[in-house]
Nanobody
Framework: QVQLVESGGGLVQAGGSLRLSCAAS????????LGWYRQAPGKQRELVAV???????NYAASARDRFTISRDDAKNTVYLQMNSLKPEDTAAYYC??????????WGQGTQVTVSS
C-alpha cells in the first residue's frame, strides 16, 4: 500500500505560478510511475502529467508548455510546477502512483483556484 499526501495548492491570479508536491510513503518500492490528475467541478478527472521510473514524461495538451512534472526518488516526492496559470486550470489536483501490480493509489487532493 502507498499513501500519497499533496500540498501546495491555493488561490492564484491568472498568469501566476504554483508548485504542487506529493509525498509518498508505505510501499514506495512498488511505484512504477507518478502522476498528477485534476478534476474541475462537473467534469471528469483528467490526466495532467505523468513521470515514469526512467524519467519519461507525458503531459496533457493543455499542460505541455506550461507545467513541468518532476520527481525526487530519494524523498519519495513528485512535483508539479505550474506556470502561466489560467482560470480553466481551476480544479482539485490529485497525486497518483501506478504500482507494479497494476493498481493506482491516490492522494486526497489539493485545490487550485485561478482567478480572473
Amino acid at each position: 500500500q502507498v499513501q500519497l499526501v499533496e500540498s501546495g495548492g491555493g488561490l492564484v491570479q491568472a498568469g501566476g505560478s504554483l508548485r504542487l508536491s506529493c509525498a509518498a510513503s508505505g510501499s514506495t518500492f512498488a511505484i512504477n510511475s507518478l502522476g498528477w490528475y485534476r478534476q474541475a467541478p462537473g467534469k471528469q478527472r483528467e490526466l495532467v502529467a505523468v513521470i515514469g521510473t526512467g524519467g519519461i514524461t507525458n503531459y496533457a495538451a493543455s499542460a505541455r508548455d506550461r507545467f513541468t512534472i518532476s520527481r525526487d526518488d530519494a524523498k519519495n516526492t513528485v512535483y508539479l510546477q505550474m506556470n502561466s496559470l489560467k482560470p480553466e486550470d481551476t480544479a482539485a489536483y490529485y497525486c497518483n502512483a501506478l504500482l507494479r501490480w497494476g493498481t493506482m493509489s491516490w492522494g486526497q487532493g489539493t485545490q487550485v483556484t485561478v482567478s480572473s
